[in-house]
């Protein structure tokens, strides 16, 4: 079975620090991608990279950066974080860009900004 | 963006009912996907459907994916209790720069009572 692990369940960090989530896959997969997820919202697509230093905006992509530096591994990261990025952060991957590969997810970062 | 509307948001029902979820959109998909999540865990696929009038069922739940390939609906019949979850619907758009992207719905929380 794919496994996607994150490295974090739970986050509390302050308005303007720099945080980090982690996401790492061990099934070889060449896409992987970052959402958020709150309520009423369903997952957004806020970044995701089809090969190692690749990467393309999602559909939130504002205050997010990412790093994919080798392929098992996709970094979300908050260059400044606010409270409107509290939310829960869900990251996947994929085998292959085709139109029907399921995503396997992690179980979720829940981040609070305070 | 392509968006997909999901329907009902809220699903409070008693063990044995039927229910049907909705996902529509303007847009056409080249597949539709169904996914669950139960809290603290990530999405996991239920099911992928990639013809348009596709019917595919898994034990108590049939899924179809429209003539158009713009709608899809899960059905539940004789609802359990081990149903009760988050149930997201997500679509897959075709061409060498979706990369496996996924649009997701807002999803529907179901909660199926003793």
């Known amino acids: 079975d794919v496994k996607v692990t994150q490295s974090s369940r739970y986050l509390v960090k302050r308005t303007g620090e720099k945080v980090f989530l982690e996401c790492v896959q061990d099934?070889?997969?060449?896409?992987m991608f970052w959402y958020r997820q709150d309520p009423g919202l369903g997952l957004r697509l806020i970044y995701f990279?089809?090969?190692?230093?690749?990467?393309e905006k999602g559909d939130i992509p504002e205050g997010y950066s990412v790093s994919r530096e080798k392929k098992e591994r996709f970094s979300l990261i908050l260059e400044s974080a606010s409270t409107n990025q509290t939310s829960m952060y869900l990251c996947?991957?994929?085998?292959?860009?085709?139109?029907?590969?399921?995503?396997?997810f992690g179980n979720g970062t829940r981040l609070t900004v305070t | 963006t392509q968006l997909l509307e999901q329907s009902p948001q809220f699903l409070s029902i008693q063990e044995g009912e039927n229910l049907t979820v909705y996902c529509n959109s303007s847009?056409?998909?080249?597949?539709l996907q169904w996914y669950r999540q139960e809290p603290g865990e990530g999405p996991v696929l239920l099911v992928t459907?990639?013809?348009?009038?596709e019917v595919k069922k898994l034990k108590r739940l049939t899924f179809q994916f429209g003539d158009a390939r713009k709608d899809s609906s899960l059905h539940i019949t004789a609802a359990q209790p081990g149903d009760t979850g988050l149930y997201l619907c997500?679509?897959?758009?075709?061409?060498?720069?979706?990369?496996?992207?996924?649009?997701f719905g807002q999803g529907t929380i179901l909660t199926v009572h003793p």
């Open positions: 847009s056409v998909f080249s597949s």
């Open positions: 099934m070889d997969h060449e896409n």
């Open positions: 459907v990639v013809t348009g009038g």
């Open positions: 990279s089809y090969d190692v230093k690749m990467k």
């Open positions: 997500a679509g897959g758009i075709a061409g060498g720069t979706s990369y496996g992207k996924l649009t």
């Open positions: 996947a991957s994929s085998l292959v860009a085709h139109r029907s590969s399921p995503l396997h």
